[in-house]
């Protein structure tokens, strides 16, 4: 481990980095000098996805010791050596976690289209301190959309696990439509009548969202504002919409660390076996082993 002064430019070497932060790709030098273009190209989506789960991935820090410059007690110790511990206990409370995962929709695999985003992104932007304070812009303009449909791509045999994603897109929809009352949601997913007869008429009571119970086929690019024309089909017919934007609902998902987790306690869990009745522990059918909702 190298270590640089303690007050001034602070870098750490570590040894145990899963992986090394990926270069900058740039424009040819001979190519710069014809232009005003920038140099730094960015990262290719997928490269950026790798790299911020590698900023997660190292364990410790990045290297900056900061924390140990400002600790005047120098509790901090970066040399002190990793070491088991057991420890007895009454109980295990295991928590969930999560990861969502987006199914691809025809002709937008991956979001390759701007006016398409997931219902996390949606969730950023609605928060008070998100970077539309709390309106639903579309990214390639910023203008707020006339008309938003929230759509449901994935299928899953849970219904606990359908229902969770759908009551959270539900509730973002509510969320949109009371801040941007003049927008038109719709509200397309395969297994709402599902949905209906396990909430009863939830759904009734909500005013201003249109809910179609359809299947979404396609998505694709139209006209210059580059809206969103969204295929899918329904009992009756197949039908064709136009949207500003286009919401796509995640399925949530253990994340492999608490999967491994569970099994080492000898349990076989999946997301669903973590959903029970809001702010209650779910008991498990080994004893002291409890699970909690992290929502």
């Known amino acids: 481990m190298h270590l640089y002064e303690k007050k001034g430019r602070y870098i750490i070497d570590f040894t145990d980095i899963p992986t090394r932060r990926v270069e900058m790709p740039e424009?040819?030098?001979?190519?710069?000098?014809?232009?005003f273009r920038e140099v730094e190209t960015g990262f290719p989506e997928d490269v950026a996805v790798a790299e911020a789960k590698r900023c997660l991935s190292c364990r410790r820090c990045l290297g900056c010791a900061l924390c140990w410059a400002e600790c005047k007690p120098e509790a901090i110790?970066?040399?002190?050596?990793?070491?088991?511990?057991?420890?007895?206990?009454?109980?295990?409370i295991l928590?969930?976690?999560?990861?969502?995962?987006?199914?691809?929709?025809?002709?937008?695999?991956?979001?390759?289209?701007?006016n398409v985003v997931t219902d996390l992104q949606v969730e950023r932007m609605l928060a008070d301190t998100g970077p539309s304070n709390g309106l639903v812009l579309r990214p390639r303009d910023g203008e707020i959309p006339k008309k938003i449909a929230f759509v449901q791509t994935f299928w899953t045999t849970e219904e606990k696990t359908r229902d969770?994603?759908?009551?959270?897109?539900i509730?973002?929809?509510i969320i949109?439509?009371?801040?941007?009352?003049?927008?038109?949601?719709?509200?397309?997913?395969?297994?709402?009548?599902?949905?209906?007869?396990?909430?009863?008429?939830a759904l009734e009571k909500v005013s201003g969202i249109g809910?179609?119970?359809?299947s979404v086929s396609s998505a694709a690019e139209v006209g210059q504002n580059k809206d969103i024309e969204v295929r899918y089909e329904t009992d009756r017919a197949e039908k064709s919409e136009t949207f500003g934007l286009v919401v796509l609902l995640t399925l949530p998902q253990l994340p492999p660390s608490i999967a491994d987790a569970a099994k080492q306690l000898g349990l076989?869990?999946?997301?669903?076996?973590?959903?029970?009745?809001?702010?209650?522990?779910?008991?498990?059918?080994?004893?002291?082993i409890t699970f909690s909702q992290d929502l």
Do not use: C, Q, W
Request: aromatic letters at 6%; glycine letters at 8%; a negative charge.
């Open 171 to 173: 509730n973002e929809a």
């Open 27 to 35: 424009i040819p030098v001979e190519e710069r000098k014809k232009n």
């Open 164 to 169: 969770a994603a759908l009551v959270f897109g």
């Open 77 to 92: 110790d970066f040399d002190l050596p990793d070491r088991d511990v057991d420890l007895h206990v009454d109980r295990i």
């Open 211 to 214: 809910f179609i119970n359809g």
């Open 95 to 114: 928590t969930s976690g999560m990861e969502r995962k987006t199914a691809p929709v025809s002709g937008n695999i991956d979001n390759k289209h701007m």
């Open 176 to 201: 949109a439509r009371k801040r941007m009352d003049v927008v038109e949601i719709s509200f397309i997913s395969p297994e709402l009548e599902a949905f209906k007869t396990s909430h009863g008429n």
């Open 268 to 288: 076989e869990v999946d997301y669903a076996s973590f959903l029970g009745n809001r702010g209650e522990m779910v008991e498990t059918d080994r004893a002291g």
